[in-house]
């Protein structure tokens, strides 16, 4: 995510949060008012939650504000983390708000005395604080999804938790003027499981990111395709990829060709990433590993290390005069063994079928001393270079 797209998400949520503050202000005073006058207590309770909705803007402003600080030292992958654990806390929250209501709504169902008769006043609170809660749900919602912040999408189903807590409000005043006052209770009760379950929900994600779980299969069959069609990507040992907050992170171990050059395979994994990141929506950072083929436990069994095998070639060739000196040699680690290119400067009096000879006879003779697979010889003359023995 570039650094103008993160200052705008931030803006853009620290605003709508400002207006949840300041909308749960007005609705707590509002409800708290209605409630006291209008002789309910339910009303009243609904104006307590309200107030408690205040910690969770809190929590989201102190989570935005950390979750926006770029990587340092001690985090080098950023502070998205930071999100997640305002999301989880604010699931926490409403599981809470789910068992407060059942703890309060248990003991008016067995109550046997006359309730106080709630006013139109309390009636018309409850109307406010529903009709607000909402525009502030579809409003929170709307900004979260945009700019893909995981902790407003929450805080936005904490606002409908309200909005239906208020609908259990209305009903419960309602029932109590018509004559039914069970109704409030009972209707509590239900809201309180709706609301347990989206907490649950919300945990259940965050937690999930916590644990670094994968993104879903769909996803990474996308990203699996982009670089597969790479040019020069022969085959993909492993592709995994994680959310860190709003960003996602991806590893991805590609194969090419073992016998092109190293700058060559760096440049084949800089395309795979640079095509991953143009076109995966979110993808903030893709770590790119380049192998050449599948690994084999052979590889392992390899002994031989730079110096004993330049060693053992420099031996070879002060065995076979008049084949040249060792311009460079490079190795090929593959499935089936060890092989060796080596380049020599041959010199111009040698008949180049005689040089070919004494190259067949270098190759044999490093085959049978060295554990090798292989060994192509490359002669070159006068500045040409001769074709491998």
Not at 19 to 30: D, G, P, Q, T
Not at 215 to 242: E, F, N, Y
């Amino acid at each position: 995510m570039s650094m103008h797209a993160e200052t705008e998400r931030y803006r853009a949520s620290r605003r709508v949060t400002m207006v949840s503050v300041w909308v749960n202000i007005l609705l707590a005073v509002v409800k708290l008012f209605a409630g006291i006058i209008g002789r309910s207590t339910v009303l009243v309770a609904d104006g307590v939650h309200s107030l408690s909705d205040l910690a969770s803007d809190a929590v989201v402003l102190v989570a935005l504000r950390w979750s926006k600080d770029p990587p340092d030292r001690e985090h080098p992958y950023g502070h998205g983390r930071f999100e997640t654990l305002a999301t989880l806390f604010l699931a926490i929250g409403l599981i809470g708000v789910g068992f407060g209501i059942v703890y309060d709504a248990i003991p008016r169902l067995s109550d046997t005395s006359d309730p106080l008769m709630p006013t139109w006043l309390a009636l018309s609170g409850a109307v406010i604080s529903i009709v607000t809660k909402e525009w502030l749900y579809h409003y929170t919602l709307r900004v979260g999804q945009l700019h893909s912040v995981s902790t407003l999408i929450a805080n936005a189903w904490h606002h409908r938790s309200d909005a239906i807590s208020s609908v259990a409000a209305l009903i419960g005043i309602a029932g109590a003027m018509a004559g039914f006052p069970l109704l409030d209770p009972i209707m509590a009760v239900m809201v309180a499981f709706i609301i347990g379950k989206m907490g649950l929900t919300f945990a259940f994600q965050a937690i999930r990111e916590l644990s670094e779980t994968t993104l879903d299969p769909d996803r990474v069959d996308q990203m699996r395709s982009i670089v597969i069609k790479t040019p020069g990507v022969q085959g993909i040992h492993a592709l995994r990829a994680r959310r860190l907050g709003p960003d996602l992170l991806a590893d991805c171990h590609i194969v090419v060709n073992p016998m092109i050059s190293v700058s060559e395979g760096h440049q084949i994994g800089r395309h795979a990433r640079s095509r991953l990141m143009a076109r995966v929506e979110g993808l903030h950072d893709v770590l790119v590993h380049v192998d050449f083929q599948v690994e084999k436990e052979e590889f392992d069994r390899v002994p031989l290390g730079n110096n004993r095998l330049r060693s053992v070639v420099q031996d070879t060739l002060s065995e076979l005069s008049g084949l040249g000196n060792l311009q460079s040699m490079t190795h090929h680690y593959l499935p089936q063994g060890l092989i060796l290119e080596i380049h020599l400067a041959t010199p111009r009096k040698r008949s180049v079928s005689r040089l070919r000879l004494l190259a067949s006879t270098l190759r044999r003779r490093l085959k049978k001393r060295l554990d090798i697979s292989d060994a192509a010889i490359h002669l070159n003359l006068a500045g040409q270079s001769g074709k491998p023995e």
